[in-house]
């Protein structure tokens, strides 16, 4: 397991082991386990606002006792075993920094947060798929989304050397740690980073470069663009070692898109609509001749049978095109409820029974800003929208302008947190067994496999 042959390096345009074997790394993100979503999971808001939420309603025992359970049985030798059986040869893995470090001790790191990847890593390794680690949420909050653990719309990261010392400090410590582990195939420092100027991000990265770099020579850093990992203008030569990793969400994709080919969000998609958006978002990578690598991607499912059909040819051609490219991927996302998931609970798993009030409520009032809809609150929506725009017709928010920031700011968060109290109430009385059990529920043997997901994937491994 701990061959050094098979240790990952930069090639020209390309991955390859040690012994010089090219490599394109295919496979899934890991997401909700170490680093929590809510759509992932069925909460509101965020994971910090959730767990203290279901905390005062259960109290620390079957607290701990859920997440403890959640923490072994979301990902083990089983999952790593389908993985490995369709094909895939890798895992990136997102996690919260929460998981090593506590906002009052801040520089005072945790083992808990090293043995939880090192399981993973372990587990993986196994089954002969590589594993990239992800800091998902970073303190300060690198972007304005909830996945990365935000409760505002504002990111922080950014202004605050604070922030950025402790994310250093926490990639030096992971660089030691992994730095003769073979099987982790690099580090990816943040996730969908959005430095809104864009005056700071680049000075940080070549920081945060150095720093790892003089842990540990070796291992490829995957670095993504700004703008959530879309934008490479920031970079100018490649540094040694290093891959630039785009994400790759289709307009047609989304859970509002409309049929495909068609028109989704205002624009006609097809096929070459697809293309050319890739190879914009991967421009700077095939001017430098360095590896392409889609660290996201992937469609929202809805359960009806004709609207998912159009979702996997929208995946199907997606993978076509990374193929012609010879770019490698990382589907988003692994396991979930039901929304993108490779596996996923099934509508009877008790989990999903206990928080079906809090999932409709969500779906009826567009909490989820992925995977959920608008509709039910367009009348909150439309008079926002307007008078924003005829009153600050210049107003360009980043990441994504005025739309998504009004849609963070009243779904994500002012519909959003009071929700996260109705979602701990679904839990309310249960003692540390009862909440073991529900935890038992993401296990892989309690989920279902998306067969035709599966399917389209297996094409292209």
Same mark, same amino acid.
């Given at each position: 397991?701990? $061959?050094?042959?098979?240790?990952?390096?930069?090639?020209?345009?390309?991955?390859?082991?040690?012994?010089?074997?090219? =490599?394109?790394?295919?496979?899934?993100? #890991?997401?909700?386990?170490?680093?929590?979503?809510?759509?992932?999971?069925?909460?509101?808001?965020?994971?910090?606002?959730?767990?203290?939420?279901?905390?005062?309603?259960?109290?620390?025992?079957?607290?701990?006792?859920?997440?403890?359970?959640?923490?072994?049985?979301?990902?083990?030798?089983?999952?790593?075993?389908?993985?490995?059986?369709?094909?895939?040869?890798?895992?990136?893995?997102?996690?919260?920094?929460?998981?090593?470090?506590?906002?009052?001790?801040?520089?005072?790191?945790? *083992?808990?947060?090293?043995?939880?990847?090192?399981?993973?890593?372990?587990?993986?390794?196994?089954?002969?798929?590589?594993?990239?680690?992800? #800091?998902?949420?970073?303190?300060?909050?690198?972007?304005?989304?909830?996945?990365?653990?935000?409760?505002?719309?504002?990111?922080?990261?950014?202004?605050?050397?604070?922030?950025?010392?402790?994310?250093?400090?926490?990639?030096?410590?992971?660089?030691?740690?992994?730095?003769?582990?073979?099987?982790?195939?690099?580090?990816?420092?943040?996730?969908?980073?959005?430095?809104?100027?864009?005056?700071?991000?680049?000075?940080?990265?070549?920081?945060?470069?150095?720093?790892?770099?003089?842990? /540990?020579?070796?291992?490829?850093?995957? #670095?993504?663009?700004?703008?959530?990992?879309?934008?490479?203008?920031?970079?100018? /030569?490649?540094?040694?070692?290093?891959?630039?990793? =785009?994400?790759?969400?289709?307009?047609?994709?989304?859970?509002?898109?409309?049929?495909?080919?068609?028109?989704?969000?205002?624009?006609?998609?097809?096929?070459?609509?697809?293309?050319?958006?890739?190879?914009?978002?991967?421009?700077?990578? +095939?001017?430098?001749?360095?590896?392409?690598?889609?660290?996201?991607?992937?469609?929202?499912?809805?359960?009806?049978?004709?609207?998912?059909?159009? +979702?996997?040819?929208?995946?199907?051609?997606? #993978?076509?095109?990374?193929?012609?490219?010879?770019?490698?991927?990382?589907?988003?996302?692994?396991? $979930?409820?039901?929304?993108?998931?490779?596996?996923?609970?099934?509508?009877?798993? *008790?989990?999903?029974?206990?928080?079906?009030? =809090?999932?409709?409520?969500?779906? +009826?009032?567009?909490?989820?800003?992925?995977?959920?809809?608008?509709?039910?609150?367009?009348?909150?929506?439309?008079?926002?929208?307007?008078?924003?725009?005829?009153?600050?017709?210049?107003?360009?928010?980043?990441?994504?302008?005025?739309?998504?920031?009004?849609?963070?700011?009243?779904?994500?968060?002012?519909?959003?947190?009071?929700?996260?109290?109705?979602?701990?109430?679904?839990?309310?009385?249960?003692?540390?067994?009862?909440?073991?059990?529900?935890?038992?529920?993401?296990?892989?043997? +309690?989920?279902?496999?998306?067969?035709?997901? =599966?399917?389209?994937?297996?094409?292209?491994?």
């Amino acid at each position: 397991m701990n $061959d050094p042959s098979v240790m990952l390096q930069v090639q020209d345009d390309h991955l390859a082991t040690a012994t010089g074997e090219p =490599v394109r790394l295919r496979g899934v993100g #890991l997401g909700g386990w170490m680093n929590m979503e809510n759509f992932i999971t069925g909460y509101p808001s965020t994971e910090e606002l959730q767990r203290a939420a279901l905390r005062r309603v259960v109290g620390d025992e079957a607290y701990d006792a859920f997440f403890d359970r959640f923490l072994e049985v979301f990902f083990t030798d089983a999952d790593a075993r389908l993985l490995s059986g369709m094909g895939m040869n890798c895992v990136r893995v997102p996690f919260n920094y929460r998981h090593f470090e506590d906002d009052d001790r801040p520089m005072e790191l945790k *083992p808990e947060g090293f043995a939880l990847l090192d399981r993973v890593v372990e587990s993986c390794a196994r089954h002969g798929l590589y594993t990239v680690l992800d #800091l998902h949420a970073a303190p300060g909050y690198h972007n304005q989304r909830w996945h990365s653990d935000n409760p505002t719309h504002r990111s922080f990261f950014w202004t605050h050397r604070h922030f950025q010392d402790r994310v250093v400090h926490l990639w030096e410590a992971l660089a030691e740690h992994y730095r003769d582990n073979p099987w982790v195939a690099g580090y990816n420092p943040l996730n969908e980073p959005a430095d809104s100027d864009g005056e700071t991000i680049g000075p940080f990265y070549e920081r945060l470069h150095k720093a790892i770099r003089a842990v /540990d020579p070796h291992h490829v850093i995957f #670095l993504d663009g700004n703008r959530h990992a879309t934008e490479f203008d920031l970079f100018r /030569d490649p540094w040694p070692n290093t891959v630039y990793t =785009v994400h790759d969400y289709a307009l047609a994709g989304f859970a509002d898109s409309g049929d495909y080919p068609g028109v989704s969000r205002g624009q006609y998609v097809d096929r070459a609509f697809l293309e050319d958006r890739f190879l914009t978002r991967s421009a700077y990578m +095939r001017t430098t001749r360095t590896p392409i690598w889609v660290g996201e991607f992937g469609p929202v499912y809805s359960g009806d049978p004709a609207r998912d059909a159009a +979702r996997y040819r929208v995946l199907a051609d997606q #993978l076509a095109l990374y193929d012609e490219h010879d770019a490698g991927w990382s589907l988003w996302t692994y396991k $979930d409820i039901g929304l993108q998931g490779v596996a996923h609970l099934p509508p009877e798993s *008790p989990y999903l029974r206990r928080i079906a009030p =809090v999932l409709e409520k969500k779906a +009826r009032l567009g909490v989820d800003v992925w995977g959920g809809v608008d509709s039910g609150v367009r009348h909150i929506l439309d008079p926002l929208e307007k008078t924003v725009a005829e009153e600050f017709p210049s107003f360009d928010p980043l990441p994504f302008g005025q739309q998504q920031w009004i849609h963070v700011l009243v779904r994500h968060i002012l519909l959003a947190e009071p929700m996260v109290d109705d979602f701990a109430r679904c839990f309310a009385g249960l003692d540390a067994e009862r909440m073991r059990a529900l935890a038992d529920c993401f296990a892989l043997e +309690r989920c279902t496999v998306r067969t035709p997901l =599966v399917d389209v994937l297996r094409e292209h491994l």
